[in-house]
């Protein structure tokens, strides 16, 4: 028989996601484990007698995601965004915990990055984008990120959009009290500040998705709506899948419904108070499955704010939608009914 021998525990209050980042070093006497234990999401250097840790990536912003751990080299290679969790950049930490990190992606090039590197480390295909400008795709070499083939620049695609004179979206921060959340707007091509325009919101609400990033997208259902004299924006509550920190994250559990509806609404009066040209008659909100469920909600719990919704495939019963959804981010139905 097999005896088991516990040697290291990580837990959460809320939810655990599943992190399939566990390498092997130093002839297996360390492994990489990945944790929100200090409040963001970090990877730590494991000793497999459970008896010490060492963080390999440090600060007050969340690992996105891990790109490539390479043993031989000794780095790990991730994406982050220290400053504006609407973005991503690429970064690399030793995996011996010593020294800073290294941000690898150029400055300067402010947006969503994203990278597929080779197993030596020394390659990578990187895409990038931004709300105003188009996918970007190249192959690059590693650590310098020096242009060896641009396969796509997008420059066909943003002339085809400048030659229609479209607006691109416009990123903010609304201030809700407890704190800050972050939002973008397009608006009309013949935009009048003077005037009043009716607003759509698109919303999601729930912890699987994020509706606020800085990443190109044609937008163009949202266009059809500028066309027709309305502005489109979204805004990012709590509890959206977001990189803002484990509170951030986690704010919703068994609050699925709730604390994001609350946000949202705050958010929405507060935009009615910054921008002179809403109409706050004329505030419409739609969103598809979470998204559909926030819609609901808003309708029928704000109803001096929200003037129409559309509430597309949502989920208006807890009790009826997939356990492994539901229990996740709610608990069980016999302790949280």
């Known amino acids: 028989t097999m005896e088991l021998n516990n040697f290291m525990t990580d837990k959460d209050d809320a939810f655990l996601d599943i992190h399939d980042n566990i390498v092997w070093m130093e002839g297996s006497k360390y492994f990489t484990w990945t944790s ?35 043993t031989k080299g000794g780095y790990v290679y991730y994406m982050a965004s220290e400053f504006n969790a609407t973005e991503k950049y690429l970064y690399r930490s030793r995996l011996d915990g010593k020294g800073k990190d290294e941000r690898l992606t150029p400055e300067g090039l402010v947006g969503t990055h994203s990278y597929s590197i080779s197993e030596d480390c020394k390659y990578a295909v990187h895409t990038f984008s931004n709300a105003w400008t188009p996918t970007q795709s190249e192959l690059i070499t590693l650590p310098n990120h020096k242009t060896v083939v641009t396969y796509t620049d997008g420059a066909e695609v943003k002339a085809d959009f400048d030659s229609w004179g479209f607006n691109y979206r416009e990123y903010f921060k609304v201030n809700i009290g407890e704190l800050e959340l972050d939002a973008w707007m397009l608006k009309p091509r013949d935009f009048d500040p003077g005037k009043k325009y009716p607003v759509i919101f698109n919303v999601y609400g729930e912890p699987a998705s994020s509706t606020v990033q800085n990443s190109w997208s044609s937008d163009l259902y949202n266009r059809v709506l500028n066309e027709n004299g309305y502005i489109v924006m979204s805004v990012d509550p709590r509890g959206t899948h977001n990189y803002r920190g484990r509170e951030w994250r986690k704010s919703i559990y ?19 108070e910054m921008f002179s040209f809403v109409d706050a008659d004329r505030i419409g909100v739609w969103g598809w499955s979470g998204g559909g469920s926030s819609t609901a909600h808003l309708m029928f719990k704000h109803p001096e704010l929200y003037n129409t919704g559309i509430a597309v495939a949502g989920v208006y019963s807890q009790y009826l939608y997939d356990t492994i959804y539901q229990e996740r981010y709610q608990g069980l139905p016999q302790t949280n009914p």
């Open 36 to 70: 929100e234990k200090d409040g963001w999401l970090h990877l730590y250097r494991m000793s497999r007698d459970g008896k010490s840790e060492t963080p390999i990536t440090k600060g007050a912003f969340d690992v996105m995601g891990i790109l490539r751990i390479d």
């Open 254 to 272: 068994g609050k699925v419904g709730d604390i994001a509806i609350e946000d949202h609404a705050k958010a929405v009066a507060k935009i009615i």
